[in-house]
């Protein structure tokens, strides 16, 4: 038996969610799902982010099956870093698969790239404060290079926050890469021409390849977004810093029809879980025109990564059959709203699986 544990979350997350489970279990009723109330609503009330017995608790489950996170009332970074960069930190999440396919009946192009993004260091670091007098704590380098005035005569004051990257991470992140990658060839993204840290990146991407097989190119973030636009057949995998991946790919998203497209998962030696790129949308929450799709392949992942393959298959299947067959989200410019949807890929489930 397969054990999930659910955090819908905010906004759209906890209206497509639930329905998606349920279309899990109208095709493999074995499969058990958990649901957590870790909530901006929760946060409201009673102040919790995330308890740390919940932590301890989610780690047993075989995957974790996440919506959104993220309300207007709460400041912006309590719930994100609170909940979900804690949860990819405390259970070690270190890779952040995120592929954009397109259905060329939305897209009319043949889209076929997936980000592999390192999850846990990069800009992505809790190490910051902020200094308003004369005090350098940079061993390469100082404020000053930047006409940052820091002396304690002036009223300037500087927020920083540590950007890094170490050795033993880089290597297992590279190394499960490589692995994910079935092609011999990948691309490699950072700006080392402009931050250091990027040369460690390097390094270990040049070292770890050697042993997996693969050649590599190296492309620059910047000159790389405006290949992904311009040549887009051109990319299968692209490996990338914690932010530029983060960046990169609401990008490619949008290059396959939208963030109701994009799945993702976060993938760890001991867990994982998964969830749609998109947040939780407060602009569409609760009226039934969210596109479900992102969390439908969301889940779709996670059940390939437990094993379910059958289940996955037939709701692989089942959406691609849904979209040919004319029934496009209302975000694509049609007119199946969120429920509508749902309901069509699990009548197409029903049928492909009785017909197996
Ligand atoms: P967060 O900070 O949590 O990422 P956000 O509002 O900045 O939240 P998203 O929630 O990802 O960003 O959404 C950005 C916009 O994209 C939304 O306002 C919404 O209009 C659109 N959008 C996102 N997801 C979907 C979806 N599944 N279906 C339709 N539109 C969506």
Not at 277 to 287: F, N, T, W
Request: glycine residues 8%; contains cysteine.
């Amino acid at each position: 038996m397969v054990d999930i544990a659910v955090i819908p979350g905010d906004g759209i997350g906890k209206e497509i969610i639930p329905q998606v489970c349920d279309l899990v279990t109208s095709i493999d009723p074995s499969v058990n799902f958990t649901f957590y109330n870790i909530s901006s609503e929760r946060y409201i009330n009673k102040g919790i982010t995330i308890k740390d017995s919940e932590i301890d608790e989610l780690k047993s489950y075989n995957s974790i099956f996440f919506g959104a996170i993220g309300d207007f009332r709460v400041k912006p970074g309590i719930m994100e870093q609170g909940v979900i960069l804690r949860l990819r930190k405390e259970l070690d999440l270190y890779m952040n698969i995120r592929p954009a396919i397109s259905f060329s009946r939305i897209t009319g192009n043949n889209i076929h790239m997936t980000i592999l993004r390192e999850n846990k260091e990069d800009f992505y670091s809790d190490i910051s404060g902020s200094l308003n007098e004369h005090k350098l704590f940079r061993q390469k380098g100082n404020f000053y290079n930047y006409n940052i005035d820091i002396n304690s005569e002036s009223d300037d004051t500087i927020y920083y926050t540590m950007g890094f990257l170490s050795r033993k991470n880089l290597k297992r992140f590279f190394n499960m890469a490589y692995k994910i990658a079935d092609t011999e060839t990948v691309t490699i993204t950072d700006k080392a021409n402009a931050v250091d840290m990027y040369s460690l990146w390097r390094e270990i991407a040049i070292e770890e390849s050697e042993p997996a097989g693969k050649k590599i190119n190296f492309e620059y973030a910047d000159s790389l977004a405006y290949n992904m636009i311009n040549n887009p057949l051109k990319y299968r995998y692209i490996i990338a810093p914690n932010l530029y991946g983060d960046i990169l790919s609401d990008m490619s998203s949008a290059m396959v029809g939208g963030l109701g497209y994009a799945p993702s998962g976060n993938i760890g030696d001991y867990s994982s879980m998964f969830e749609p790129v998109h947040g939780s949308a407060p602009d569409i929450a609760g009226k039934n025109i969210a596109n479900p799709v992102a969390s439908i392949l969301s889940c779709i992942m996670m059940l390939k990564h437990l094993n379910q393959t059958e289940t996955a298959g037939i709701m692989e299947k089942s959406v691609e059959n849904v979209i040919r067959n004319g029934t496009i989200p209302i975000e694509s410019g049609g007119n199946a709203g969120t429920h509508e949807f749902i309901n069509k890929v699990k009548n197409y489930c029903t049928m492909t699986k009785n017909n197996i």
